[in-house]
Each structure stands twice: as structure tokens, then as C-alpha cells.
């Protein structure tokens, strides 16, 4: 029997390389420097990143497949892997302020940060139903642990085994449902499915049962209701970095993941979206509503933030389920948006600590405009962009969302869509009352927050009022993705 | 009777629904792991199945049930870490006894 060498052409998965040997790195000089100084963790993984960064930048975008199939550098890729460092290179910086009141196990957590990372890359560029599923434990697994990371809350680990038995339960769905794929298509290589399934477009019972697995699988990573239970309690419980690092890098390599699975054209299940769009419409409504209605009532900033991060989601699975072209770009838009604007708002929890004592309520941003107005400023903005006033990237991408929705004749899911955002002002804007109006109820004042935060928030608050105002600096490289596949 | 495909395939059907039955049912943090264990193997179970039974076999079933396979240890180490982290901090692993967290 002669085995086929497939060509391994590890240049093009450079920058997956690279993060990986930045994390492996961090990881290690924990066990070999005497007294790893914070600073030089957080200096290390920045310089990883960008390096990464601009390597995945120089890539040479190809539509064809390698590693034997595996996995594709399209443009679609390249602009993820983008994405996905940058967030992580928040999300570090926020984590480095968050490591000031909470020094131990420093450099794990930006090792896991960066090994969930990795694993956001290898969906992204998945072509095969096995790299996407590897992708997906590779994420999972680090963002279990980083949940659990802070030992001193009881919280955390509460948060921490409540995320992992869910999240261990939706794999099960997962791998239920892509081996009945596999059943009836014969392979698992996403491109030669849609092939199969586009020359005898019948959707047999296993079939149907296989992607309505699959769909529950991803439904409880990217929380969209009724799959959301968990989302609240873990994103309240983890520490606040790990919380913004599950609310965005995790959310958005769920979405990616049902991109490549679903609509991608001339892959996959594109050719039976008849029978998968009604499921995701019901779901992008039912997610809207309970995302929004269940952040009216919340009095924890985290956990409204959770709410809000689930509304967001029903927001991109409306226009997940136009299907199109414009669909798929304004889903990729969004998703830029909501990195900087969810990270930015969990920046500005950490950074509004005082002392001893984390931002937890929303009534604790009480005051915040007098002490630390930048911060309040910044905080304004995010709380702005997620609620899409005009001027910010919110409000460019949910028009976008929404326009998606709309020219699929979506109607109703449009308009509950908007409906659901005006409501969603209410919520969002309590917040800025409560920065701008309100008396602190203590004299304690606000902590100092480190460079490194007020660098990251500086770079979202920025970004979403660039990105609201000249979205084509942006609009245009998705385009060139879009099209191209 | 020759056994075929269907047989496997309620066999792990029965698998699922038995690993499923124990996630909803249980709340004991290491029996819902087992659960989920059950279900990850009614998947291989079908996965090795079906790329027994196919014409023009590509053993890309059998490669992805040794990827669960590896997962799913990976996964049980993450785990216990973290159970025995829970248990230190609250003294049970009860899952109803663990929360804290006002809602």
C-alpha cells in the first residue's frame, strides 16, 4: 500500500506558528525565570501577535486547499486571523491591568489567551469538517480554564465547570451530528459535501438530523437562545479578561464556523438552505428578544453585558440567515465592531476598580464621569456603538444587518430587530446615567489604571468612531474577501 | 441475520439517548462528565460505522474518531482539574449546592 505524503506548506499557517511559539514561550519562562516581571509577559505577547499580525497580512491569499484539503488560506481567512489577533492583543492588554490585583498565575493566562487563539486561526481557515471540530476543542479548552482561573473567587470556579459541562455537551451534539454528515455524504471535507449535496439536493432524515445537530452544537457556543443558559452565570463568574475573551474571540469563531459550514458559496450546505434557514430564523428571533429583554433587568454590569452579547448574537444570526452575499459581509463587519466595542466595555469594568473592590454593579460606575472622565468618555462610546447610535461602527453595522435582513425579505425579523434595539437603548444609556448623573455612593476613589488598559481602550474607542465614520476602511477588504469566494 | 449498518446505528442511538438521559437527569459534576463521555462515543461509534460500510472508504471516519478520541481525553483532563478545583473551593460537586451567584 503506498501512502501519499500530502505537501506540508507550513509557511502559509505562519502565523498560527507564531502564536504558538509565543505562547509556548510564555508558558516557559514561567518555569525557567526566577520572578517573571508582568511587563515583560505582556511586552512578549504583543510583539508575538503583531509579528503574527503582519505576517498573516503578507500572506498570499489562494483559494485552493492544503494540507491535503484540510485547510484554506483564502482572503476570508487572512482578514479573521487579523481580527483574532488584534483581539487577543486587547484582550492581553486589558488582562495585564487585571494581573495588578491579581498576580499569580500571570503568565497561563496569557498563554491560554493565546493558545484559544490558535484556535479561532484554524477555524477560520477550516476546509474540512476536522479541522473545524479540532479548531473548536483547541478554543474551548483554554477558555475552560481561563474561566476557572481566578482560585480566589468562588465564582470563577462555579463559572469554570458550568461553561465546561455545557460546552463538553455541545461538542457531543457537534460530533453526533457531523458523523450522520459524514454518513450520507461520505466525506468530510466541507468543499466535496457541498459538491454532493448540490448534485442531488434531497435532504434525506439523516442529513436533516446531522445539521440540525451540528447547528445545536455551535447554537450553545455562540449562546444564541434557547442554548444561552450558561452565558450569563459564566460571563458574571470568570475573571473579566476571560469573560471578554468567551464574549468575543469565542463568539466570533462560532460564527465563523457556521459560516464556512453554511453559507459559504459552492461549499457545503448552501445548496439546502432551504431546510436550514427556518431553523436560524426562529433562532436569530428568539435570541433577540431574550438577549434584550434579559438585559433590561440585570443590575450586574457583567451580566448585562452578557444579555447584551447574547442580543448581539441574534443580531448576527438575522443576518447569517439572508444567506447572501451582503449578508456575509455585513456579518463580518459586525463582527469587528462587536470585538471593539465588548472589549472596550469590559476594559473600562476592569479599569473602574477602586480599591479592593471590582466594578461589579452598574450602580458601582456611579460618579466615574467626575473621577476618571476619559474613562467615562470611553465607556460612552462603547455603550453608544453597542446600541448603535449613528456615528459609531455599531450603528454602520447593524444598518448593514439590518439591510441584510431586509433585501432577504426578512421582514419581520428586521423589524423585531429593530424594535428589540430601541429597547435596548434603555439599558445602555442607564449605564452613561449612571456615570454622568449620579453621586458615587462612597467617597472611594477610582483606582489608577495602567497604561497598557488605557492603550487598548484608547485603540477601541478609536476604532469604533474610525470605523462609524470611514467603514469603508474596513468595508472595502471584506468586499475583496466576499468576493473572491 | 448479517448485522448492517442499522444495527450500529441504533446502538448508538441508544448510547446518545443513554448519555443524554444522564447530563439532564444527573447533577453530579463527574456524572455528567460520563454523560458527555457516552455521547462522544456513540459519535465514534457511528463515525467507525459508517466508514466500515461505505463503497469507496476514505478512512476520514475512522481519522476523525481518533481525533475525538484524543479530545475527549484532553477534555476529561481539563475536567477533573477543574472539578478538583471546584471541590476544594465549595466541598461538593454537587451541581445545584454550586451557586453563588446572584441573579
Known amino acids: 500500500m503506498q501512502i501519499q505524503v500530502p505537501e506540508i506548506s507550513l509557511w502559509q499557517v505562519l502565523p498560527e506558528l507564531i502564536v504558538l511559539a509565543t505562547a509556548v514561550g510564555v508558558l516557559a519562562s514561567d518555569l525557567f525565570v526566577k520572578s517573571v516581571q508582568r511587563v515583560n509577559v505582556t511586552l512578549t505577547a504583543t510583539l508575538g501577535l503583531l509579528i503574527a499580525f503582519f505576517t498573516a497580512r503578507s500572506l498570499e491569499a489562494s483559494a485552493t486547499p492544503i494540507f491535503a484539503g484540510m485547510v484554506v488560506r483564502d482572503s476570508l481567512s487572512i482578514l479573521l486571523d487579523q481580527i483574532f489577533l488584534a483581539g487577543a492583543m486587547l484582550v492581553t492588554w486589558i488582562g495585564h491591568e487585571y494581573a495588578r490585583r491579581n498576580p499569580r498565575q500571570f503568565p497561563e493566562f496569557t498563554a491560554l489567551v493565546l493558545f484559544a487563539t490558535i484556535g479561532m486561526m484554524v477555524i477560520a481557515m477550516s476546509a474540512d469538517l476536522i479541522p473545524l471540530f479540532v479548531g473548536i476543542e483547541l478554543l474551548s479548552l483554554p477558555l475552560f480554564v481561563l474561566a476557572g482561573s481566578d482560585k480566589d473567587r468562588l465564582a470563577s470556579g462555579e463559572a469554570s465547570l458550568k461553561y465546561f459541562l455545557l460546552g463538553a455537551f455541545s461538542t457531543g451534539f457537534l460530533v453526533y451530528g457531523i458523523a450522520f454528515i459524514f454518513g450520507v455524504t461520505r466525506t468530510t471535507n466541507l468543499t466535496v459535501i457541498g459538491q454532493s449535496l448540490a448534485a442531488h439536493a434531497e435532504a434525506t432524515p439523516l442529513l436533516v438530523l446531522g445539521f440540525a445537530l451540528l447547528l445545536v452544537g455551535l447554537g450553545f457556543k455562540i449562546s444564541l437562545a434557547p442554548f444561552h443558559m450558561w452565558a450569563p452565570d459564566v460571563y458574571q463568574g470568570a475573571p473579566t479578561p476571560a469573560t471578554a475573551w468567551i464574549a468575543t474571540g469565542s463568539k466570533i469563531a462560532g460564527f465563523v464556523a457556521l459560516m464556512r459550514v453554511f453559507t459559504l458559496p459552492d461549499v457545503s450546505f448552501a445548496a439546502l438552505s432551504d431546510y436550514w434557514t427556518p431553523g436560524i430564523w426562529w433562532l436569530a428571533l428568539i435570541t433577540m428578544i431574550i438577549g434584550n429583554a434579559g438585559a433590561l433587568m440585570q443590575s450586574d454590569l457583567k451580566r448585562m453585558l ?65 473621577q476618571r472622565p476619559w474613562l467615562a468618555f470611553a465607556m460612552s462610546i462603547f455603550m453608544l456603538s453597542l446600541a448603535g447610535m449613528p456615528g459609531t461602527a455599531g450603528f454602520v453595522g447593524k444598518l448593514w444587518l439590518f439591510g441584510a435582513a431586509v433585501q432577504a425579505q426578512y421582514y419581520s425579523l428586521a423589524l423585531i430587530g429593530v424594535l428589540t434595539t430601541l429597547l435596548s437603548f434603555y439599558y445602555y444609556l442607564r449605564v452613561i446615567v449612571y456615570m454622568y448623573v449620579h453621586e458615587p455612593d462612597d467617597r472611594l476613589l477610582f483606582n489608577r489604571y495602567s497604561f497598557s488598559n488605557g492603550l487598548a481602550l484608547t485603540v477601541c474607542a478609536v476604532g469604533l468612531v474610525g470605523l462609524g465614520v470611514f467603514p469603508n476602511l474596513l468595508w472595502s477588504t471584506i468586499r475583496l474577501c466576499t468576493g473572491a469566494v | 441475520m448479517t448485522i448492517g449498518i442499522e444495527h450500529y446505528l441504533v446502538v448508538s442511538l441508544v448510547l446518545f439517548l443513554l448519555g443524554l438521559f444522564i447530563v439532564v437527569t444527573h447533577r453530579n459534576g463527574v456524572r455528567i462528565l460520563m454523560g458527555v463521555e457516552l455521547i462522544l462515543n456513540s459519535a465514534n461509534l457511528n463515525f467507525v460505522a459508517f466508514n466500515r460500510y461505505m463503497p469507496d472508504s476514505a478512512l476520514s471516519g475512522n481519522v476523525f474518531a481518533i481525533f475525538v478520541i484524543i479530545l475527549a481525553a484532553a477534555e476529561a483532563v481539563v475536567a477533573l482539574a477543574i472539578v478538583l478545583a471546584v471541590y476544594q473551593q465549595f466541598s461538593t460537586i454537587h451541581m445545584d449546592e454550586i451557586s453563588n451567584m446572584k441573579h
Open chain 1, 306 to 370: 452578557a444579555y447584551s452579547s447574547i442580543a448581539h448574537g441574534g443580531y448576527l444570526a438575522m443576518a447569517f440567515t439572508s444567506g447572501t452575499r451582503i449578508g456575509a459581509e455585513a456579518t463580518l463587519f459586525y463582527m469587528a465592531a462587536y470585538l471593539l466595542m465588548t472589549v472596550g466595555a469590559f476594559g473600562v469594568a476592569i479599569a473602574a476598580s477602586r480599591s479592593g473592590q471590582e466594578c461589579e454593579k452598574i450602580a458601582d460606575l456611579s460618579g466615574l464621569a467626575r
